[in-house]
Each structure stands twice: as structure tokens, then as C-alpha cells.
């Protein structure tokens, strides 16, 4: 490691991996956030055609420009050590910007534009500053300086769609999010200086496996919670405390799937890698299409709740179906960056799920909530007979494996 001024701001070897208090006070604004996420999706029940389309493009949008703001929040405390001043004040000051995201998000694409933009850039532009300047000479400040320079290029377009006639400001942000996302996977490159080495970084491997399944519990937890108010602030009926047994039910399976093996590894497969920036870098886009699958799901609870037996409208099909089905398709692509191999009971999850999607639409929302319990319980079955005929296996991730030109010094 580079020593120098700013060196004090690094993780040090003997530093605990564990995710810190204040990183958990952190999560508290993101439960504020996903639970404004599940409801603008859930305000899409009754559209189709355009108007659907374009609900879902929205929505999707603000989540992934949280999404962004708390992985990288992730990694920055997962490079750099949590217990510093500097450090704590910049998670505290991206926990108020991610707040005010938040409850500015369900008019985000209306009259609140402009307070979630100027959440978002002071993070996005001004965060990454302040980390350069507490590094000082350290030749690491070349990283946030990078993020700063490439979150200037994107800053005008989310400033011109907060701005500029409503009509634009999807198209706009849209872009500004793709430079966002595209900066990130190709290493934020500057003239002269390249790209950032993203898969030589240092990081508490321990540290970053943490963060991403507490993530997840997150997520699960804002499920557990729309199952809670959507029952308690309906009718009470048979009908409906039966849509919440297995709402209930199908959120403890995907809890039991998720942390089936792989989902317990995340810290050995980060430490045996050789490269554990490339890994983590690869799990954190799996963790975003997994949180994003939990939220789906949740809004099928609502849905199902409010109407166990309700008119059948086929684009609830897209919550109370797309959910699982996205949840099991990013499983899967779980166990592949852990083990290096698929287990069959997702694929075959996965397969009936999409197989019985045409009938389900015929049939009532209890009906369709049912029987993807019945599948998850059954992937969950086939789990766990195939881990008592076998022994424990140990990661083998085919992701960020040492190679003879992968050596270098890291920013």
C-alpha cells in the first residue's frame, strides 16, 4: 500500500471488515426510499399500453439513481476506513441527500424535479470532491477526481430535465443516467490517465459481502412492511387474511433462497479472489437486479391484498409474477459468480414460472400469488435435498480470478 498524506483515510489490514452503526443509520433513508419505489410502482396497477411503459421507465429510473448512490457509498467505506471523521461526515451528509431523494421522489418527475436533482449532483459531483481533497497527495485521489469529472458531464443533462419542459425530462435523464452507469463500467477513463483499474481495487471483501445482503434485507424488510399496512388498511375478510399468509410465506422464500450457499459465501468467495474488486463489482450489478425483484414482488402483495379475488388484469402478472421470475433469473446468475456452475432447481423454477404465466392471467390474483409460492417452495425443497445428499461446497467463482497480465498497482 501507497503510503503518503491521505494514507490515513485507507482501510488498514487490521481493520474489522464488518459494516459499521452508522452504515446501518445510513440503510434507514433507504428504507424511506424503496418504500416511495414500491408505491409509484404499485400506482401503476390499473395502466397498459404507453402510459404503462412509460410508469415502469420512470420508476425505474429514480431507482437505479438511488441504487447508484448507495453502492457507491458502499464501496467508498468498504475502500477507505468507516471510522475516520472525514468519512462518517461524508456517509452522514449522502444519508441527508438520499433522504431528500426520497421524499421528493413520488413527484420526482413532476413539480419536485429540481430538489432530487440537487440531491443527487451533491453527491454525485460534490461528494467525490471532498474525498480527493481528504486525500491530499495520495495518489488514490485520482479515483474520486474521476467520478467528479464524469458526474460534471451527466450533471447538465439532469439539470436541463429538472429545468426543461416535462415531456423532456425521462428522455434527459435517461441519458444522464446511461453516462452515469457507463462512467462506472469503463473506469471512469480521462485523457492521459486511462481508466481506473476497478478490478485491482483493494477492498474489505467481508465489508462489501455484508453491505449487499443487508441490502437485500432491506429490500425484504419494505416487503414485509406493504404486507403489514396493506392488510391492516383494508376491510379485514378471510379472503384477504389468507392473501396475506402467503404473501407473507412467499417473501420468507425468497429470504430462505437468497441465503441458500451462495448467498452465505459472499465474503469467503470475496476473500479467496484474487481480484476481489472484479468480483465485487460483478455481485453488485446481480444485487441491483435482486433488490429491484423484491420490490416488484412487494407490489404484487399489495395488489393481491386489496383484491385477492378481484377482475383479472393481466399486468399484474408483471408484479406478482415478474418479481419471482426476475428474482430467480438473477439467483441464478448468483450461483454462477459464485460457484461458477447454475443449480437446477432455479432453472427449473424459472422455466414453470414462465410456462404457467399465460394460464395464471386467466385466473385471480390469490390464484397467481399461490401458486409462485408453490413454485419458490419447491426450488426451496429441491434446496435443500440436494444439500443434505451432498457435502458443503466451497466457492469456486470463475470472476476475478488472478491472471499473469491481471498484476498492476491500483489507484
Avoid: C, K
Avoid at 434527459?172 to 481506473?196: I, K, N, Q, R, S
Avoid at 377482475?311 to 430467480?328: D, N
Avoid at 437446477?344 to 390469490?366: K, N
Wanted: proline share 6%; net charge positive; no cysteine.
Amino acid at each position: 500500500m501507497v503510503a503518503g498524506r491521505g494514507a490515513e483515510l485507507l482501510r488498514p489490514a487490521t481493520s474489522s471488515g464488518r459494516a459499521t452503526f452508522l452504515e446501518l443509520f445510513f440503510d434507514l433513508a433507504f428504507v424511506v426510499a424503496l418504500t416511495r419505489v414500491s408505491q409509484r410502482f404499485a400506482d401503476l396497477g390499473g395502466d397498459t399500453g404507453w402510459a404503462l411503459v412509460a410508469g415502469l421507465g420512470r420508476t425505474l429510473l429514480l431507482f437505479l439513481a438511488l441504487w447508484l448512490i448507495w453502492s457507491h457509498t458502499a464501496w467508498i467505506t468498504s475502500r477507505y476506513e468507516p471510522e475516520r471523521s472525514i468519512i462518517q461526515a461524508v456517509v452522514v451528509g449522502t444519508m441527508f441527500a438520499a433522504l431528500v431523494m426520497a421524499v421528493t421522489l413520488p413527484r420526482a418527475m413532476e413539480e419536485r424535479a429540481l430538489p432530487f436533482t440537487v440531491a443527487y449532483l451533491l453527491v454525485t459531483v460534490v461528494r467525490p470532491l471532498v474525498v480527493a481533497v481528504a486525500l491530499r497527495g495520495h495518489p488514490r485521489r485520482l479515483v474520486p477526481f474521476r467520478l467528479a469529472a464524469w458526474a460534471a458531464v451527466s450533471a447538465p443533462l439532469w439539470l436541463l430535465g429538472a429545468l426543461g419542459p416535462d415531456r423532456l425530462r425521462l428522455p434527459l435523464w435517461a441519458a444522464a443516467l446511461a453516462v452515469d452507469y457507463l462512467a462506472w463500467a469503463l473506469g471512469w477513463p480521462l485523457p492521459w490517465l486511462g481508466a481506473a483499474a476497478v478490478g485491482r481495487w483493494r477492498i474489505a471483501g467481508q465489508h462489501l459481502a455484508e453491505r449487499h445482503q443487508q441490502m437485500f434485507l432491506v429490500a425484504l424488510g419494505e416487503s414485509i412492511m406493504v404486507i403489514a399496512l396493506a392488510f391492516s388498511g383494508v376491510d379485514y375478510s378471510a379472503q384477504r387474511a389468507a392473501a396475506f399468509g402467503v404473501a407473507f410465506t412467499t417473501s420468507a422464500l425468497l429470504w430462505r433462497i437468497y441465503f441458500h450457499r451462495a448467498g452465505l459465501l459472499l465474503t469467503e468467495a470475496l476473500g479467496r479472489a484474487g481480484m476481489p474488486g472484479q468480483l465485487g463489482t460483478a455481485l453488485e450489478r446481480t444485487h441491483v437486479l435482486i433488490v429491484l425483484s423484491v420490490l416488484v414482488t412487494a407490489v404484487g402483495y399489495e395488489l393481491v391484498i386489496a383484491h385477492p379475488y378481484g377482475p383479472v388484469r393481466p399486468t399484474w402478472l408483471l408484479f406478482v409474477v415478474g418479481g419471482p421470475v426476475l428474482f430467480l433469473g438473477a439467483r441464478m446468475r448468483l450461483d454462477y459468480q459464485i460457484f461458477g456452475r447454475v443449480p437446477r432447481s432455479r432453472i427449473l423454477g424459472l422455466v414453470v414460472l414462465l410456462l404457467v404465466t399465460a394460464a395464471l392471467a386467466r385466473w385471480s390474483p390469490m390464484v397467481g400469488l399461490s401458486v409462485v409460492a408453490g413454485v419458490l417452495a419447491l426450488v426451496a425443497v429441491l434446496d435443500a435435498l440436494r444439500n443434505r445428499q451432498r457435502p458443503r461446497e466451497d466457492p469456486a467463482s470463475p470472476i476475478g480470478r488472478e491472471t499473469p497480465g491481471s498484476q498492476g498497482s491500483e489507484e
